[in-house]
């Protein structure tokens, strides 16, 4: 069983947390004098620095008690704080499949910890015995595992990734950002099961709240208050949890336009394999297809004069354009455009 005390920082387990206004007095009502914010108007309070509604409400749609929750300033607030909380800087590692989500590596770069790079197979899947070769290396402390992945669009397989978590002694973070557009199971059931595992989700997706910047993590509680010691106090304002909170109540809306993406997904992967440019259009659990075709550059530079932007990732994957599904009308103009080109 990993003993998450030892593999945190020695600092984190040291330091002395910034204790805000908030922290001392937990009441809702009152004459507020702790803070030294100005007593007019709506939004001159500093906002609940643990969210605790919102955390109330996000428990009861996933199903999984409020103590197991932390929100960050979006996900990538949350894989900063992984890297602070168990990576020292200079020594420590931590492994990545690829190609896969650039801000492990640039979160790594940012707090000096290195990065092992070990690639997806043919199928975009996990080489077990690749990775397990680095399980025994001390230094390595954080495996990222994003499923379904960007680029790629896939899930991978549920058992390779349950014996990464069963069989590394640091931790494992699941990064589930389009898990909602997929039909395979999240992990966030297994927080349970193993303390190592830090499983994230994100407002940015299928509940269209990428201005907003609520990413939230599904962990054992020793884990949250590792995370909650280091965040900043107030990392979530106040609108953006207001924000999240008038979201949760129209929840079939949400339902609804996952649905109508994922049928747009379907028509749009079968009219994009269609296409002459076309060479493959990969499988996706995602809200974005992944489609080699016969020159992206060319491509990519053609959809730009015509203000369709898409992700040319030729440089991580040959030949390889990234399309997120818009609207039925959106949609229909690219393949319009697509239908033009002729190379
Ligand atoms: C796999 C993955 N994780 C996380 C994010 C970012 O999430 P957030 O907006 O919550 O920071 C993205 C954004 O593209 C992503 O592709």
Known sequence: MVDINKLVRG????????????????????IFMDANENPFGNLNRYPDPYQ????????????????KIFLGNGSDEIIDLAFRV??????????????????????????????????????????????????????????FICSPNNPTGNCLNYSDVEKIIAGFNGIVVIDEAYIDFSDKPSFIKMVDKYPNLIVMQT??????LAAVRVGMAFSNPSIITYFNKLKPPYNISTVNQNAVLRKLKS??????????????????????????????????????ILVKVKDADYIYNTLVLKSIIVRNRSSVIDNCLRITIGTATENNKLLKALNTISI
């Open 11 to 30: 600092n984190v387990i040291k330091l002395t947390p910034y204790s805000c206004a908030r922290d001392e007095f937990k009441g809702d009502s009152g």
């Open 52 to 67: 605790k509604k919102l955390k109330s409400a996000i428990s009861k749609i996933k199903n999984i008690s409020e103590e």
């Open 86 to 143: 168990f990576c020292n800087p200079g020594t420590d590692k931590a492994l990545i499949f690829t190609p896969t989500y650039g801000m492990y590596e640039v979160s790594a770069s940012v707090n000096d910890i290195m990065v092992v790079k070990v690639p997806l197979n043919e199928d975009f899947q996990i080489d077990l015995v690749k990775a397990e070769q680095f399980f025994s290396d001390k230094t390595l402390k954080i495996i």
């Open 203 to 208: 407002f940015s997706k299928a509940f269209g």
């Open 251 to 288: 929840i079939e809306k949400y339902k609804s336009q996952v649905g109508k993406i994922k049928s747009e997904k379907e028509r749009l992967s079968a009219k994009l394999k269609a296409l002459k440019i076309t060479r493959k259009v990969y499988p996706s659990d995602a809200n974005f």
